[in-house]
């Protein structure tokens, strides 16, 4: 995963199942990142929601060229909780 990473960071989104943006958060690395292999990260990300839906997280390959070909993301589904989360 380290080659998600530009200057030791990447975006994450949290999209409702309609695809409504309802928060985003910079991953930042947390263990040397330009490597092919697996790198931990860190990220805080809020949101509001009035009601409990499905949704995904999305985890967005950095990609400061704008390129098509070098864009890549990875969707995970979750339940979004209607009450805050610490």
Do not use: C, H
């Given at each position: 995963?380290?080659?998600?990473?530009?200057?030791?960071?990447?975006?994450?989104?949290?999209?409702?199942?309609?695809?409504?943006?309802?928060?985003?958060?910079?991953?930042?690395?947390?263990?040397?990142?330009?490597?092919?292999?697996?790198?931990?990260?860190?990220?805080?990300?809020?949101?509001?929601?009035?009601?409990?839906?499905?949704?995904?997280?999305?985890?967005?390959?950095?990609?400061?060229?704008g390129?098509?070909?070098?864009?890549?993301?990875?969707?995970l589904?979750?339940?979004?909780?209607?009450?805050?989360?610490e």
């Open positions: 995963m380290g080659i998600w990473y530009f200057e030791a960071s990447f975006p994450i989104r949290l999209v409702g199942e309609n695809g409504e943006e309802l928060g985003i958060a910079i991953a930042q690395a947390q263990d040397e990142w330009m490597a092919e292999a697996l790198v931990p990260f860190e990220a805080v990300l809020s949101f509001e929601s009035s009601e409990a839906q499905k949704g995904f997280l999305v985890f967005e390959k950095d990609n400061p060229s390129l098509q070909e070098n864009a890549d993301e990875m969707r589904p979750i339940l979004i909780p209607d009450t805050q989360i």
